[in-house]
Protein backbone atom coordinates (compact mmCIF):
# COMPACT_ATOMS: atom_id res chain seq x y z
CA UNK A 1 0.00 0.00 0.00
CA UNK A 2 2.74 2.50 1.25
CA UNK A 3 4.21 1.46 -2.32
CA UNK A 4 1.30 2.48 -3.90
CA UNK A 5 0.62 5.61 -2.25
CA UNK A 6 4.15 6.76 -2.90
CA UNK A 7 3.75 6.03 -6.76
CA UNK A 8 0.67 7.98 -6.94
CA UNK A 9 2.76 10.79 -5.14
CA UNK A 10 6.06 10.53 -7.06
CA UNK A 11 4.02 10.26 -10.63
CA UNK A 12 3.01 14.18 -10.61
CA UNK A 13 5.90 15.24 -8.80
CA UNK A 14 7.94 13.75 -11.93
CA UNK A 15 5.67 15.46 -14.44
CA UNK A 16 5.97 18.84 -12.99
CA UNK A 17 9.45 18.53 -12.96
CA UNK A 18 9.58 17.40 -16.52
CA UNK A 19 7.50 20.39 -17.39
CA UNK A 20 9.48 23.02 -15.16
CA UNK A 21 13.10 21.90 -17.04
CA UNK A 22 10.97 22.21 -20.57
CA UNK A 23 9.92 25.89 -19.74
CA UNK A 24 12.88 26.86 -17.83
CA UNK A 25 16.11 24.56 -18.77
CA UNK A 26 16.90 25.96 -22.15
CA UNK A 27 17.14 29.55 -20.72
CA UNK A 28 19.33 28.93 -17.91
CA UNK A 29 20.81 25.99 -19.78
CA UNK A 30 21.62 29.45 -22.81
CA UNK A 31 23.04 31.67 -19.93
CA UNK A 32 25.05 28.68 -18.36
CA UNK A 33 26.72 28.82 -21.88
CA UNK A 34 27.09 32.21 -22.00
CA UNK A 35 28.82 32.82 -19.05
CA UNK A 36 31.83 31.51 -21.16
CA UNK A 37 31.39 33.74 -24.27
CA UNK A 38 30.44 36.73 -22.82
CA UNK A 39 33.13 39.43 -22.96
CA UNK A 40 35.68 37.55 -24.82
CA UNK A 41 36.53 37.94 -28.66
CA UNK A 42 35.89 35.52 -31.28
CA UNK A 43 36.62 35.05 -34.97
CA UNK A 44 34.60 33.39 -37.09
CA UNK A 45 34.99 32.16 -41.03
CA UNK A 46 31.88 33.34 -42.86
CA UNK A 47 30.56 32.85 -46.54
CA UNK A 48 31.61 36.05 -48.92
CA UNK A 49 28.76 35.61 -50.89
CA UNK A 50 27.07 37.44 -47.87
CA UNK A 51 28.75 40.71 -48.66
CA UNK A 52 26.71 40.79 -51.60
CA UNK A 53 26.75 39.63 -55.26
CA UNK A 54 29.56 40.87 -57.28
CA UNK A 55 29.80 39.79 -61.07
CA UNK A 56 32.84 40.18 -63.59
CA UNK A 57 32.37 40.16 -67.17
CA UNK A 58 35.30 38.12 -68.88
CA UNK A 59 36.70 39.21 -72.51
CA UNK A 60 33.98 37.49 -74.67
CA UNK A 61 31.27 38.75 -72.44
CA UNK A 62 32.57 42.50 -72.94
CA UNK A 63 33.03 41.70 -76.30
CA UNK A 64 29.65 40.80 -77.20
CA UNK A 65 28.04 43.49 -75.30
CA UNK A 66 29.75 46.05 -77.02
CA UNK A 67 29.04 44.46 -80.49
CA UNK A 68 25.80 44.40 -79.65
CA UNK A 69 25.60 47.83 -78.74
CA UNK A 70 27.72 49.37 -81.58
CA UNK A 71 25.63 47.14 -84.07
CA UNK A 72 22.09 48.52 -83.02
CA UNK A 73 23.48 51.89 -83.51
CA UNK A 74 24.08 54.40 -86.62
CA UNK A 75 27.77 55.14 -86.30
CA UNK A 76 30.29 56.18 -88.74
CA UNK A 77 32.90 53.29 -88.56
CA UNK A 78 35.24 54.77 -91.61
CA UNK A 79 36.06 57.48 -93.45
CA UNK A 80 35.14 55.99 -96.20
CA UNK A 81 31.56 56.86 -95.31
CA UNK A 82 32.76 60.36 -94.98
CA UNK A 83 31.21 61.68 -98.71
CA UNK A 84 27.79 61.17 -97.28
CA UNK A 85 28.73 62.42 -93.89
CA UNK A 86 28.66 66.18 -92.66
CA UNK A 87 30.65 67.69 -90.33
CA UNK A 88 27.70 68.58 -88.17
CA UNK A 89 25.81 65.30 -88.59
CA UNK A 90 25.68 63.87 -84.92
CA UNK A 91 23.86 60.72 -83.44
CA UNK A 92 21.63 61.35 -80.31
CA UNK A 93 22.57 58.89 -77.93
CA UNK A 94 20.27 60.74 -75.47
CA UNK A 95 16.98 59.02 -76.36
CA UNK A 96 17.70 54.87 -77.19
CA UNK A 97 15.21 52.16 -77.41
CA UNK A 98 16.16 48.65 -77.55
CA UNK A 99 18.01 45.76 -75.32
CA UNK A 100 21.46 47.69 -75.72
CA UNK A 101 22.07 51.58 -75.74
CA UNK A 102 25.39 52.80 -76.68
CA UNK A 103 25.49 56.40 -74.61
CA UNK A 104 27.36 58.67 -74.15
CA UNK A 105 29.07 59.06 -70.49
CA UNK A 106 28.24 62.33 -69.22
CA UNK A 107 29.57 61.53 -65.67
CA UNK A 108 33.39 60.85 -66.42
CA UNK A 109 35.16 57.92 -65.60
CA UNK A 110 34.32 56.99 -61.60
CA UNK A 111 37.76 56.65 -60.59
CA UNK A 112 38.51 53.43 -61.70
CA UNK A 113 38.44 54.54 -64.88
CA UNK A 114 41.27 55.99 -67.26
CA UNK A 115 41.25 59.60 -67.12
CA UNK A 116 40.24 62.14 -70.01
CA UNK A 117 44.03 63.04 -69.19
CA UNK A 118 45.25 59.61 -69.82
CA UNK A 119 43.19 58.47 -72.45
CA UNK A 120 45.77 59.22 -75.45
CA UNK A 121 48.77 58.17 -73.64
CA UNK A 122 47.25 55.03 -73.19
CA UNK A 123 45.64 54.90 -76.77
CA UNK A 124 49.58 55.50 -78.07
CA UNK A 125 50.58 52.50 -75.54
CA UNK A 126 47.81 50.08 -77.04
CA UNK A 127 49.00 51.18 -80.93
CA UNK A 128 52.95 50.23 -79.82
CA UNK A 129 51.47 46.70 -78.15
CA UNK A 130 49.67 45.82 -81.23
CA UNK A 131 52.64 46.60 -83.60
CA UNK A 132 54.84 44.84 -81.32
CA UNK A 133 52.55 41.67 -81.89
CA UNK A 134 52.33 42.10 -85.64
CA UNK A 135 48.86 43.37 -85.65
CA UNK A 136 49.57 46.89 -86.85
CA UNK A 137 52.36 47.59 -89.47
CA UNK A 138 55.18 49.73 -88.26
CA UNK A 139 55.28 53.88 -88.95
CA UNK A 140 51.76 54.52 -87.15
CA UNK A 141 51.44 57.97 -85.42
CA UNK A 142 51.47 58.38 -82.44
CA UNK A 143 48.13 60.78 -81.16
CA UNK A 144 47.43 63.42 -79.32
CA UNK A 145 44.45 65.97 -78.10
CA UNK A 146 45.43 68.43 -80.38
CA UNK A 147 44.58 66.03 -83.21
CA UNK A 148 42.07 63.98 -81.72
CA UNK A 149 38.84 63.85 -80.07
CA UNK A 150 38.27 61.43 -77.42
CA UNK A 151 34.59 60.98 -75.68
CA UNK A 152 33.79 58.13 -73.07
CA UNK A 153 30.76 55.66 -73.86
CA UNK A 154 28.56 53.16 -71.49
CA UNK A 155 27.32 50.25 -73.62
CA UNK A 156 24.92 48.56 -71.76
CA UNK A 157 22.92 45.38 -71.86
CA UNK A 158 19.46 47.67 -71.05
CA UNK A 159 17.48 44.20 -69.76
CA UNK A 160 20.61 43.09 -67.15
CA UNK A 161 22.03 46.76 -66.52
CA UNK A 162 24.92 45.09 -64.68
CA UNK A 163 26.39 43.86 -68.12
CA UNK A 164 28.35 47.03 -68.98
CA UNK A 165 31.65 48.15 -70.69
CA UNK A 166 33.01 51.56 -70.96
CA UNK A 167 34.52 52.49 -73.44
CA UNK A 168 37.05 55.46 -75.34
CA UNK A 169 36.15 56.49 -78.42
CA UNK A 170 39.15 58.15 -79.97
CA UNK A 171 38.99 59.76 -83.12
CA UNK A 172 40.68 61.93 -85.76
CA UNK A 173 39.02 65.36 -85.07
CA UNK A 174 37.22 66.70 -87.70
CA UNK A 175 39.46 70.04 -88.18
CA UNK A 176 41.98 67.14 -89.35
CA UNK A 177 39.96 66.24 -92.01
CA UNK A 178 42.11 67.69 -94.69
CA UNK A 179 45.17 66.55 -93.42
CA UNK A 180 47.61 64.35 -94.21
CA UNK A 181 46.16 61.17 -93.03
CA UNK A 182 49.25 58.20 -93.74
CA UNK A 183 49.75 56.44 -91.26
CA UNK A 184 47.85 57.30 -89.01
CA UNK A 185 45.09 56.14 -86.75
CA UNK A 186 41.41 57.20 -87.61
CA UNK A 187 38.96 55.53 -85.31
CA UNK A 188 39.53 53.25 -82.26
CA UNK A 189 37.39 51.22 -79.53
CA UNK A 190 39.38 51.37 -76.53
CA UNK A 191 38.20 49.52 -73.31
CA UNK A 192 38.28 52.50 -70.22
CA UNK A 193 39.43 50.02 -67.81
CA UNK A 194 42.25 47.69 -69.05
CA UNK A 195 42.89 50.07 -72.24
CA UNK A 196 42.63 46.86 -74.96
CA UNK A 197 41.78 48.41 -78.32
CA UNK A 198 38.64 46.53 -79.38
CA UNK A 199 38.15 48.62 -82.76
CA UNK A 200 40.34 50.57 -85.29
CA UNK A 201 40.76 51.79 -88.39
CA UNK A 202 44.82 53.21 -89.47
CA UNK A 203 45.83 54.38 -93.13
CA UNK A 204 48.82 51.97 -94.11
CA UNK A 205 51.19 51.93 -96.74
CA UNK A 206 50.40 48.26 -97.20
CA UNK A 207 47.82 45.96 -100.09
CA UNK A 208 45.98 43.43 -98.65
CA UNK A 209 48.12 40.91 -100.42
CA UNK A 210 50.98 42.01 -97.74
CA UNK A 211 47.87 41.41 -95.03
CA UNK A 212 47.50 37.42 -93.19
CA UNK A 213 44.24 38.38 -91.76
CA UNK A 214 44.53 34.90 -89.96
CA UNK A 215 47.43 35.64 -87.75
CA UNK A 216 46.52 39.42 -87.51
CA UNK A 217 43.18 38.42 -85.48
CA UNK A 218 44.71 35.31 -83.78
CA UNK A 219 47.51 37.66 -82.19
CA UNK A 220 44.60 40.56 -81.72
CA UNK A 221 42.65 37.70 -79.57
CA UNK A 222 45.31 36.28 -77.76
CA UNK A 223 45.87 40.05 -76.74
CA UNK A 224 42.51 40.36 -75.58
CA UNK A 225 42.44 37.49 -74.03
CA UNK A 226 39.78 35.96 -75.62
CA UNK A 227 38.46 32.46 -76.93
CA UNK A 228 40.33 31.23 -79.80
CA UNK A 229 38.29 32.48 -83.21
CA UNK A 230 36.43 30.08 -85.93
CA UNK A 231 35.92 31.08 -89.34
CA UNK A 232 32.67 32.93 -90.47
CA UNK A 233 31.60 31.72 -93.69
CA UNK A 234 29.10 32.97 -96.43
CA UNK A 235 27.80 32.97 -99.81
CA UNK A 236 26.79 36.65 -99.23
CA UNK A 237 29.44 38.97 -101.23
CA UNK A 238 27.99 41.99 -99.92
CA UNK A 239 28.38 42.30 -96.01
CA UNK A 240 31.24 44.56 -96.60
CA UNK A 241 31.73 47.94 -98.39
CA UNK A 242 35.03 46.33 -99.38
CA UNK A 243 35.72 42.91 -101.61
CA UNK A 244 39.08 42.73 -99.40
CA UNK A 245 38.08 41.03 -95.67
CA UNK A 246 37.84 38.07 -93.59
CA UNK A 247 35.41 37.28 -91.01
CA UNK A 248 35.40 35.24 -87.43
CA UNK A 249 33.19 34.25 -84.44
CA UNK A 250 33.45 34.60 -81.02
CA UNK A 251 31.68 33.23 -78.52
CA UNK A 252 29.51 35.62 -76.79
CA UNK A 253 26.94 35.23 -73.94
CA UNK A 254 24.65 32.30 -73.69
CA UNK A 255 23.77 31.71 -77.39
CA UNK A 256 24.92 34.53 -78.72
CA UNK A 257 28.30 35.01 -80.79
CA UNK A 258 30.10 37.96 -81.85
CA UNK A 259 32.05 38.28 -85.55
CA UNK A 260 35.07 40.33 -86.10
CA UNK A 261 36.01 41.43 -89.68
CA UNK A 262 39.72 42.27 -90.81
CA UNK A 263 39.16 44.08 -93.65
CA UNK A 264 41.20 46.62 -96.26
CA UNK A 265 39.11 49.61 -98.03
CA UNK A 266 41.45 49.98 -101.39
CA UNK A 267 42.54 53.42 -102.90
CA UNK A 268 42.81 54.97 -98.94
CA UNK A 269 44.62 51.99 -97.77
CA UNK A 270 42.54 51.62 -94.66
CA UNK A 271 42.92 48.86 -92.46
CA UNK A 272 40.48 47.89 -89.99
CA UNK A 273 39.38 45.49 -87.26
CA UNK A 274 35.45 45.92 -86.26
CA UNK A 275 32.89 43.93 -84.16
CA UNK A 276 29.73 43.05 -84.70
CA UNK A 277 26.75 40.56 -83.66
Given amino acids: ?3 KKVKKIAFPLLVCLVIVLAIWGPEALAKYKDRDILGETYVENVEEAGEGYRYTLNANEKLYILSCCLSSQTIPESELNALTRTETEEVDYQNLEGTYAFVVNHNGPSGKEITDEEIYATCNEGLSMLNELGILPDGIKEIGADAYDATLYSAIDVLEPRNNVAVWKVSLSNSQMNADKENRLIDAYIDADNGKIYEFYVRTPLTWE ?22 YESDNPLLESTPYFKKYVFSGMGEGRTIVTLGFYE ?3 ELYLKISK
Avoid at 210 to 231: F, K, N, Q, R, T
Fill in 210 to 231: EIDADSIVEEWADYMGLSSPEA
Fill in 1 to 3: MKN
Fill in 267 to 269: GIN
